[in-house]
C-alpha cells in the first residue's frame, strides 16, 4: 500500500505528518514543484515582509532532515506530467512512473493573471511562493501600486508602509473586502490603512498600465495617473486543476469532493485551495486559508487510517495589519447582519454575522479571549449568546 501526494505546501505536508505521528509505516511520496522544503504561506505577505527575524526559517513545516528520518520520499522542482487513474500511477516529467493506492490531490492555487499588467514592461510582481515574497521584500521602501484590497493586497500595503515606503491600493468596489466583511466590517479596514498613511482609492477601475522609466505608470478610469515603482497584482487566485482534469476527476471551481474530501474517484482525495467541498452544513464551499490547508491535510490522513467522519470544520482565517489583530470563524455573506460589541474607537471588537436569527459566522479585532467564545457561538440562535447580554 503506498500514498503518494502531490502538492508539496503545507496541505500536503501535513497528510505526511499526521501519518507518520499516527504510526502509519507505508510509502509515502510527496512531490512539490518549487524547490524549496515544504513551507507556510502565511508568513510571506506578515513576517518575513515585516523584516522578523527567522521569518523564513519558521515558514518551514520541518527541516530537510524529518524527512528521510521518517521515511518520506520528497521530489522537490518536479512538476507533475500526468495522474493515471486507470494504472494508479503518476507520470513524472522523466516518465518515472509511481503507483499509489491512494493519492492526494494538494495542488494548491495560482495568483490570477492581469494580462495588462504582465505585458505591460513595466515592473509587476504577484504574492503566491516564498521566490516572490523575496522580490517583493526589495521594493518595500518604494512606491508601490496594489491592485486589489483583498488580504494580500492590505497585508502588502501594511509592510509597505511599516518599511517606509507608499502604498496605493486601487479597488474596484466601494470599499476593501466589502465582498467579505460587507460594509460596515470594511470599513473599520478602510479606516486603518488610510490612518496609517495608504492612499486607497475606492471604485476605481485601471484601464492602462505602461512602463516608465524604471517604474510604472497606470491610469484609471477617472482618467487619473498613478506613478509607482512597482506594481502588485491581487485580485485573487484560482484553483491548479489541470492535472484533476486532465486525470478525468469531476472539476467545477475547483475538484469537487463529497463531505470527506473524496472526489469522483475514491482513490483520490483533494485538499486545501483546490477543493471544492460538500461541507455537511455550510453546503459547498472551496476557502484559501492556511487553517483549511493544515486542517484538511490532517483529516484526510486520519480518513487513510480508518477515521471515516466527515469533515465539517468551520473555516478560520487571521490577519494582523500594523497594531491589528483578527480572527474570523464560520461563513458569511455581504448582505448577512452584523451584532457588533466592544469599542469601535479602539478597535477591539467581536463580531458576529447573522442570517434569519442564526449566527453563520464571528470575527474578533485585537481581543483574544474571543476565539473560543465565536467559535462557540457559530449556529446558534443570536438571542442565546449570552455574552452579547453581558456587554
Given at each position: 500500500?503506498?500514498?503518494?501526494?502531490?502538492?508539496?505546501?503545507?496541505?500536503?505536508?501535513?497528510?505526511?505528518?499526521?501519518?507518520?505521528?499516527?504510526?502509519?509505516?507505508?510509502?509515502?511520496?510527496?512531490?512539490?514543484?518549487?524547490?524549496?522544503?515544504?513551507?507556510?504561506?502565511?508568513?510571506?505577505?506578515?513576517?518575513?515582509?515585516?523584516?522578523?527575524?527567522?521569518?523564513?526559517?519558521?515558514?518551514?513545516?520541518?527541516?530537510?532532515?524529518?524527512?528521510?528520518?521518517h521515511d518520506v520520499e520528497l521530489l522537490t522542482d518536479t512538476t507533475v506530467h500526468e495522474v493515471d487513474l486507470d494504472a494508479?500511477?503518476?507520470?513524472?516529467?522523466?516518465?518515472?512512473?509511481?503507483?499509489?493506492?491512494?493519492?492526494?490531490?494538494?495542488?494548491?492555487?495560482?495568483?490570477?493573471?492581469?494580462?495588462?499588467?504582465?505585458?505591460?514592461?513595466?515592473?509587476?510582481?504577484?504574492?503566491?511562493?516564498?521566490?516572490?515574497?523575496?522580490?517583493?521584500?526589495?521594493?518595500?521602501?518604494?512606491?508601490?501600486?496594489?491592485?486589489?484590497?483583498?488580504?494580500?493586497?492590505?497585508?502588502?500595503?501594511?509592510?509597505?508602509?511599516?518599511?517606509?515606503?507608499?502604498?496605493?491600493?486601487?479597488?474596484?468596489?466601494?470599499?476593501?473586502?466589502?465582498?467579505v466583511l460587507g460594509n460596515d466590517m470594511a470599513q473599520v479596514f478602510a479606516d486603518l490603512h488610510r490612518e496609517h498613511g495608504v492612499d486607497l482609492r475606492t471604485g476605481v477601475n485601471v484601464t492602462s498600465i505602461s512602463s516608465h522609466g524604471q517604474g510604472a505608470v497606470l491610469t484609471l478610469d477617472d482618467k487619473s495617473q498613478v506613478e509607482?515603482?512597482?506594481?502588485?497584482?491581487?485580485?485573487?487566485?484560482?484553483?491548479?486543476v489541470d492535472l484533476a482534469r486532465g486525470a478525468g476527476l469531476k472539476v467545477?471551481?475547483?475538484?469537487?469532493?463529497?463531505?470527506?474530501?473524496?472526489?469522483?474517484?475514491?482513490?483520490?482525495?483533494?485538499?486545501?485551495?483546490i477543493a471544492n467541498h460538500d461541507h455537511p452544513r455550510l453546503g459547498r464551499l472551496r476557502v484559501e486559508h492556511w487553517d483549511t490547508a493544515l486542517q484538511q491535510g490532517k483529516y484526510v490522513a486520519r480518513?487513510?487510517?480508518?477515521?471515516?467522519?466527515?469533515?465539517?470544520r468551520q473555516p478560520y482565517f487571521f490577519t494582523d495589519q500594523y497594531d491589528l489583530g483578527m480572527e474570523y470563524v464560520g461563513r458569511s455573506k455581504p448582505d448577512d447582519q452584523t451584532v457588533v460589541t466592544g469599542d469601535r474607537a479602539a478597535r477591539t471588537m467581536r463580531v458576529l454575522w447573522v442570517r434569519d436569527g442564526t449566527v453563520v459566522a464571528g470575527m474578533h479585532l485585537n481581543d483574544w479571549d474571543a476565539t473560543s467564545p465565536l467559535k462557540q457561538a457559530i449556529g446558534r440562535r443570536?438571542?442565546?449568546?449570552?455574552?452579547?447580554?453581558?456587554?
Open positions: 500500500m503506498s500514498v503518494v501526494i502531490i502538492g508539496a505546501g503545507l496541505a500536503g505536508a501535513s497528510v505526511a505528518t499526521e501519518l507518520r505521528e499516527r504510526g502509519d509505516t507505508r510509502p509515502i511520496t510527496l512531490i512539490g514543484a518549487e524547490p524549496h522544503l515544504p513551507y507556510e504561506r502565511p508568513p510571506l505577505s506578515k513576517d518575513l515582509l515585516l523584516g522578523k527575524q527567522d521569518a523564513e526559517a519558521k515558514a518551514f513545516v520541518h527541516d530537510d532532515t524529518w524527512y528521510s528520518e494508479a500511477e503518476v507520470v513524472l516529467p522523466d516518465g518515472r512512473r509511481l503507483a499509489f493506492d491512494q493519492l492526494v490531490l494538494a495542488t494548491g492555487s495560482s495568483p490570477r493573471p492581469l494580462p495588462m499588467a504582465d505585458d505591460s514592461g513595466a515592473p509587476v510582481a504577484y504574492l503566491r511562493t516564498l521566490d516572490d515574497a523575496h522580490a517583493l521584500l526589495a521594493h518595500l521602501p518604494e512606491r508601490v501600486a496594489i491592485i486589489g484590497g483583498g488580504w494580500i493586497g492590505l497585508e502588502v500595503a501594511a509592510a509597505v508602509q511599516q518599511a517606509g515606503g507608499q502604498a496605493i491600493v486601487l479597488v474596484r468596489d466601494a470599499l476593501p473586502l466589502q465582498a509607482a515603482d512597482l506594481v502588485l497584482v491581487g485580485i485573487g487566485a484560482e484553483p491548479n467545477d471551481d475547483g475538484v469537487l469532493v463529497d463531505a470527506h474530501l473524496r472526489t469522483s474517484d475514491p482513490r483520490v482525495f483533494a485538499i486545501g485551495d480518513q487513510l487510517t480508518g477515521d471515516d467522519s466527515p469533515y465539517e443570536v438571542d442565546d449568546v449570552e455574552w452579547l447580554d453581558a456587554d
